[in-house]
Nanobody, 122 residues
């Protein structure tokens, strides 16, 4: 079971750190996706199960940083320089041993957390 938390209301230019916890993440690729009203779920970032790669969507590159702590079964998403267009519900998801070419697709992930809302005011 995945749990995402850390969302909230922040002004443009501010920062938030999202966290995703699970009973175990050691063999799982963990991804972050977001969905705003009326839009499809969008890939944000992912960290490979073997720490061999970190991936970012084009719209968040240079502003968001993903990290994982396998010992604590936690993945963090540090979000800096937030923009109003980052407003969405953010979901974390898990896929066992996903390959790099598949991490941006929602279908890759079998387990999903409940989502945490992020609102960025202008």
């Amino acid at each position: 079971q995945l749990q995402a938390f850390g969302g909230g209301l922040v002004q443009a230019g501010g920062s938030l750190r999202l966290s995703c916890t699970a009973s175990t993440i050691r063999t799982y690729t963990i991804g972050w996706f977001r969905q705003s009203t009326g839009k499809e779920r969008e890939f944000v970032s992912a960290t490979k199960w073997n720490s061999s790669g970190k991936f970012y969507g084009e719209s968040v590159k240079g502003r968001f940083t993903i990290s994982r702590d396998n010992a604590k079964n936690t993945v963090h998403l540090q979000m800096n320089s937030l923009k109003p267009e980052d407003t969405a519900v953010y979901y974390c998801a898990a896929a066992q041993r996903a390959i790099s070419s598949s991490v941006t697709y929602t279908d890759t992930y079998y387990y999903w957390g409940q989502g945490t809302p992020v609102t960025v005011s202008s």
